[in-house]
């Protein structure tokens, strides 16, 4: 049966478990995209042992399970797959003051990575009250 149509859990994380899977974090409830980030099979696996979103990150060659050092973390309360099963949607809870590790100027934390848009003459704009 192909991945579309099977109940089967098929993610292809590869041979050795490194290959990486593009997660989608949105919040649960206003379901804002919060970030995206990937995961290997150890960050997927820790995700779902600990219930808190946990990523590989590609710019430090770790596991991030994130909030640790901030004390945002989220929270997982379902995990989505698409049809190729090759992407995954943690849909969170915060449990902080917001998702991203980027502060506002007076030091709190944004809610969501995406905080800017790209302005007609390329410069950034902020979105984010």
Known sequence: MS??????????FGTDGEKLIPVVTQ??????????????????DETRKSGLATYWSRSRNELWKKGMTSGDTLKVEDI???CEQNSLV?????????A???????????????YRRINIDNRLEFIEE
């Open 3 to 12: 991945k579309e149509y099977t109940t089967e859990l098929l993610l292809d």
């Open 27 to 44: 919040d649960a409830k206003s379901r804002e995209v919060l970030i995206l980030a990937f995961a290997n099979k150890a960050a997927f």
């Open 80 to 82: 989505l797959i698409n």
């Open 90 to 98: 943690y849909l969170v809870t915060p449990q902080g003051s917001g």
């Open 100 to 114: 991203c590790h980027a502060k506002k100027e007076d030091g709190t934390a944004h809610t969501s990575c995406y």
